[in-house]
């Protein structure tokens, strides 16, 4: 397997020893978030804004059209979007959350019910900010880590059907789905499957609208594993996704390859004229939305470059195979490999650390001291609820270590770096104590949490 590019600019690695990163992690509080980054050595915690760019991309920069209002780059963005994605009225912001918070405050009411095959952390929290409850019904294949089914980011459609059935139309004002599936594995959907689910939306007169973050990844899925699909190209696969829906929010620091920047896109034109004046609130001119004309640029070749099939597979292709190694190591990792990411099953990798003492958030701080390698936790430290009824804390139905893979930015050799920690780690596995939370703030308290060891 060959990277289908070479390199023309590098960046020089940190190193640091045990020693110093024993300290630096204490003083973290054990939250790799809390790190700086010129402390790390091999950088895992996203593959969000962290792709290198292509010459191609490098070169729009200086074409970008900095104009305040009517600027050209936002016109190419909007050809490339409607080109590619299919929807008329494109909605630049800054990155993909900017987009979350104008779709929802335009459309849910307290009381609301948005249902999805699982919500990103962000979008949760802004379908939650507005009063509205998510409803995660990805299939229950999706909570065993073993299970090998091909599209674990279903949405149960039996589920969906009752929800849709109990539910009054009028509380439930639009459904998302994550494609692929981030917290769940980064796990696609099937072709088939939003087919379905659409279908059974329209009936009812609910939109449908797609965090697309990985759309190509997803679609790279749809075309190797559902067979009436593989004679199709790339492009035709998601223009059949996003034909089934009504609009997308997608971050272009995942697949647009970019390092800044994200889209909200609708058919609905009214829809469209109020959150352009939101826009106008909070982020920018709606020919730019809180981005460079630049950066409006750089996307545009980035949404091209990323539905290339030799790009996609070598990007499926690089995580599988550091997912194998693991694999090979008997770690246990989270089946099918996702997209973007692999992910250990800390809870079966820790199965002394329960839930409440965060095993994920303690292998991840086990991987950062062993290597300098930092990964995100996945698990109860950002995915626990407060129940509403009973008032008890909820954890995750899993606990996961996500070793995302930045695009185009690693090669195997730097990632055998965390699979060589890994191993390591889990040859003295029974020796790792739990964590326990000594400051979390209220609204997406992970990224800024301060841990001690038990
Ligand atoms: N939706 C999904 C599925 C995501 O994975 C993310 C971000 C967002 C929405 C929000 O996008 O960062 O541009 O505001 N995921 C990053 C990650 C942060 O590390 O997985 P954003």
Not at 43 to 50: A, E, I, W
Not at 193 to 205: M, P
């Amino acid at each position: 397997m060959m990277e289908p590019y070479k390199i023309k600019a590098v960046e020089p690695i940190p190193t640091t020893t045990r020693r110093k990163r024993e300290r630096l992690i204490r003083e973290a509080g054990y939250n790799v978030f809390n790190l700086a980054a010129e402390h790390v050595t091999v950088d895992l915690l996203t593959d969000s804004g962290t792709s290198a760019m292509s010459d191609r991309q490098w070169s729009r920069l200086m074409v970008g059209d900095e104009s305040f209002a009517g600027s050209r780059s936002f016109f190419r963005l909007q050809k490339t979007v409607r080109e590619i994605f299919g929807y008329r009225h494109l909605i630049p912001v800054h990155q993909a959350r900017a987009a979350e918070h104008l779709l929802f405050t335009a459309l849910v009411k307290p009381g609301d019910v948005v249902p999805s095959n699982m919500f990103f952390d962000t979008t949760r929290a802004n379908v939650e900010h507005r009063g509205g409850r998510t409803v995660d019904l990805v299939i229950q294949e999706a909570y065993d880590p073993r299970c090998d089914y091909p599209f674990k980011g279903n949405i149960d459609l039996k589920r969906l059907h009752r929800l849709l059935d109990t539910e009054s139309p009028e509380r439930l004002p639009l459904a998302v789905l994550t494609i692929t599936n981030n917290n769940g594995g980064g796990q696609p959907v099937s072709l088939a499957n939003i087919t379905e689910a659409s279908k059974l939306l329209t009936a009812k007169g609910i939109p449908l609208y797609f965090d697309a973050c990985r759309f190509a990844e997803n679609a790279f899925f749809i075309k190797e594993r559902e067979r009436d699909q593989a004679q199709s190209s790339i492009a035709e696969i998601v223009a059949k996704i996003f034909a089934c829906g009504q609009g997308c929010l997608v971050s272009a620091k995942k697949d647009g390859l970019a390092n800044m920047g994200g889209f909200l896109a609708t058919q609905n034109e009214k829809l469209a004229e109020r959150v352009k004046e939101m826009l106008l609130l909070i982020e920018g001119f709606p020919t730019f939305g809180g981005l460079a004309g630049r950066d409006m640029e750089v996307m545009a070749v980035g949404f091209r470059e990323v539905i290339d099939e030799r790009y996609l597979s070598f990007r499926i292709g690089q995580v599988r195979e550091l997912g194998e190694k693991l694999l090979a190591a008997g770690i246990p990792v989270l089946l099918p490999f996702g997209g973007h990411a692999v992910y250990v099953d800390a809870k079966a990798f820790l199965p002394h650390v329960p839930a409440e003492q965060f095993p994920a958030s303690a292998l991840s701080a086990a991987l950062y001291v062993e290597a300098g390698v930092r990964a995100a936790e996945v698990g109860s430290l950002s995915g626990s609820h407060r129940d509403p009824e009973s008032g008890q804390t909820v954890n995750p139905a899993m606990e996961l270590l996500r070793l995302s893979v930045p695009r185009r930015v690693y090669t195997s050799a730097h990632l055998d770096v965390a699979v060589e920690a890994l191993k390591k780690i889990y040859r003295r596995r029974e020796k790792l104590r739990g964590l326990k939370v000594v400051h979390k703030g209220e609204i997406l308290g992970h990224f800024t949490a301060r841990l001690e060891v038990l």
